[in-house]
């Protein structure tokens, strides 16, 4: 059976809650240019650069005739975003639905995907401490939200840090919402279902149990954390601990944050902010589900990690400045002739 056919069997011209922003395979191509820039690939196919009526950036997400994702997430991903909007979500702007062309139509992030920026695959810039914890405070509110803000509330299901996406600011927004799951009624804790996701991301609870709930979520949060404070795979081989989680467990029993923290970073960060985030982040990927906070405890904790980050280098600058002044001020008052 061909996609095409797969979908059919459940698609029908009420699937969708608006036509209003429905696009024909036609104006995707002309967006697009004729699909002349890629901006990436994931799971789902080929992420194309283009523009809305002339002036408006974004970024088209094609489905490739090939992706073991197909229609139902596709499906899944119109429907939520058309219904959901946070300022650290990445809004929809349209959708192609025509034969087998399926296509996503995206607010185009200009700063690419965290991931990227760790990797210092974006020019070779390093994100400061400060930066790491504004876009981790940014990605846990959007997280917030769809746990707690959403009726019914929904599960991610694929947090990780590709799919954490940076516009011109740097403000980050939660992306790709294809195996994102709600609960449909408020009485319910858990929804059975078949494991999806990242394998280094994924529940551990999740996986042995099938029971899907926000603490999913929530693990796969703490994993992202850990790769912002330290800039290491999840998984390594070669070090002598391989897990990531197991690995700071053993560093933090020796007090050892040196060799914890990003060394690109040059200890250029407030220690304690830093022991705080850590700690955030570990409870986060807690083996029991009940033992990691909810994502409103997380978000709060992450908010004072960044006031203590920012307060230092206010004073910094502040020392600074009055050095600064100290210096002009002798300069100035050295040519000054004095008065006879």
Known sequence: ???????????????????????????????????ERALGEGGFGVVYHGFVNGTQQ???KLLSQSSSQGYKHFKAEVELLMRVH?????????YCDEGNHLALIYEYMPNG????????KRGGFVLSWESRLKIAVDAAIGLEYLHTGCKPP?????IKTTNILLDEH???????FGLSRSFSDGSESYVSTVVAGTPGYLDPEYYQTNWLTEKSDIYSFGIVL???????????????ISHLVEWISFMITKGDLRNIMDPNLHQNYDNSSVWKAIEIAMSCVSPSSTRRPNMSRVANDLKECLISESS?????????????????????????????
């Open 1 to 35: 059976m061909t996609l095409a056919d797969a979908g059919k069997t459940n698609r029908s011209e009420s699937s969708f809650q608006t036509k209003k922003i429905r696009f024909t395979y036609s104006e995707v191509q002309e967006m697009t240019n004729n699909f």
């Open 154 to 158: 929904m599960v991610h299901r694929d």
């Open 312 to 340: 230092r280098i206010g004073e910094g600058r502040e020392r600074e400045s009055k050095s600064s002044m100290e210096f002009s001020v002798g300069i100035f008052t050295d040519v000054i002739p004095k008065a006879r």
């Open 58 to 60: 974004v970024a088209v």
């Open 113 to 120: 995907d965290l991931k990227h920026h760790l990797l210092g």
């Open 86 to 94: 946070h300022i650290n979500l990445v809004s929809l702007v349209g």
């Open 170 to 176: 740097f403000q980050a927004k939660l992306a790709d």
């Open 226 to 240: 850990l790769e912002i404070i330290t800039n290491r795979p999840i998984i390594q081989q070669s070090r002598e």
